[in-house]
Nanobody
Framework: QMQLVESGGGLVQAGGSLKVSCVAS????????MGWFRQAPEKEREFVAA????????TYADSVKGRFTISRDNAKNTLYLQMNSLKPEDLAIYYC?????????????????WGQGTQVTVSS
């Protein structure tokens, strides 16, 4: 089992920035593709970003491209999501997820482990 624990969520004004983190344990972190997903109230969970095992490749949802940056520190078993120029529509619970393998995937069902989520609230 891999345990994933997110942190760093909170309340921020529109246009502001926030960085959320996810610490992994229980498995070899650098063997997993990592992703961020989010779920807004009364909406389905949606893909935000994913990063390759060694960090050399990333992919983003169109809605966050140019504003969010995913990164990882394999020495610290930690995944990050830097969120800039936040908008009210970015309000959601943000989840990190781990996928054993090498392909970047954007569908939740392709991920093996999930964190409990961290709330991000953007006020207008």
């Amino acid at each position: 089992q891999m345990q994933l624990v997110e942190s760093g969520g909170g309340l921020v004004q529109a246009g502001g920035s926030l960085k959320v983190s996810c610490v992994a344990s229980g498995r070899t972190f650098n063997m997993y593709v990592m992703g961020w997903f989010r779920q807004a109230p009364e909406k389905e969970r949606e893909f935000v970003a994913a990063i390759a095992r060694n960090g050399d490749s990333t992919t983003y949802a169109d809605s966050v491209k140019g504003r969010f940056t995913i990164s990882r520190d394999n020495a610290k078993n930690t995944l990050y999501l830097q969120m800039n120029s936040l908008k009210p529509e970015d309000l959601a619970i943000y989840y990190c997820a781990a996928r054993y393998g090498s392909y970047l995937r954007t569908t939740p069902s392709h991920y093996d482990y999930w964190g409990q989520g961290t709330q991000v609230t953007v006020s207008s």
